[in-house]
T-cell receptor
């Protein structure tokens, strides 16, 4: 089976930094994805990691350690529009994405 | 179209009624996925198509659920004799290449929110 854990909720102040952790135990690994989902909207792709290390993309960065089954998504210079749910998803050896339950981030002024 | 389009956006069905949910993927996308998302949860895999071939239907909860993609583009998810536990958002996603290829991100539609009363 697949087990993907991430915190349920996080709150941060506008302009601050927030780190969302994701740990996983899956049968096979072929990449880890982070998606952003605003309420009632489609999940939108943020980042992809398949090798260990940090991937930086503007205000968002994602880190992966395969040996530890661990990833994090780092959001810098938080803006109000960043309030959303952030989904960690692991692709197995085939094509299937297994998602965590999502972390709801609330950005306060 | 510019993105993945799903219709209807909202569907209310009486228990026992049959429903059909439509997905228009991005033109040219080979892979198509259906996911089910319960409130406050992440999406759960239902089924996967590569062109018109349904390669995996292991996530379909019961034989009341049926999906097809006859011409390798538009897909329909059909639920027969709906039950209250079928209430959820049904998300469709498509990707350009085969699902197992590298950074093959999936583009999601906005979903159909199904409520069974």
């Amino acid at each position: 089976g697949q087990n993907i854990d991430q915190p349920t909720e996080m709150t941060a102040t506008e302009g601050a930094i927030v780190q969302i952790n994701c740990t996983y135990q899956t049968s096979g690994f072929n990449g880890l994805f982070w998606y952003q989902q605003h309420a009632g909207e489609a999940p939108t792709f943020l980042s992809y990691n398949v090798l260990d290390g940090l991937e930086e993309k503007g205000r968002f960065s994602s880190f992966l350690s395969r040996s530890k089954g661990y990833s994090y998504l780092l959001l810098k210079e938080l803006q109000m529009k960043d309030s959303a749910s952030y989904l960690c998803a692991v692709r197995n050896n085939d094509y299937k994405l297994s998602f965590g339950a999502g972390t709801t981030v609330t950005v306060r002024a | 179209g510019a993105g993945v389009s799903q219709s209807p956006r909202y569907k209310v069905a009486k228990r026992g009624q049959d429903v059909a949910l439509r997905c228009d993927p991005i033109s040219g996308h080979v892979s198509l996925f259906w996911y089910q998302q319960a409130l406050g949860q992440g999406p759960e895999f239902l089924t996967y198509f590569q062109n018109e071939a349904q390669l995996d239907k292991s996530g379909l909860p019961s034989d009341r659920f049926f999906a097809e993609r006859p011409e390798g583009s538009v897909s329909t998810l059909k639920i027969q004799r709906t039950q209250q536990e079928d209430s959820a958002v049904y998300l469709c996603a498509s990707s350009l290449a085969r699902g197992d290829k590298g950074r093959t991100e999936a583009f999601f539609g906005q979903g159909t929110r199904l409520t069974v009363v």
